[in-house]
């Protein structure tokens, strides 16, 4: 069995989209504080709504 990291993990658990909006592109792990950085601390977000006044 492999081991997979946090982002492969958010990308399965999110079905490769943004857990806020739905958007498929420009996704990046994100920690949701206070966090150890594992992927139950963690969702994945496009970079609209990680920096949403761009």
Known sequence: M?????EQILLSRSQFKCELCGNE??????AVMPS???DNQSILICNICHNPKQ
Do not use: G, K
């Open 25 to 30: 592109y420009d996704l990046s792990v994100f």
């Open 36 to 38: 150890d950085n594992s």
């Open 2 to 6: 492999a081991i997979l990291d946090t």
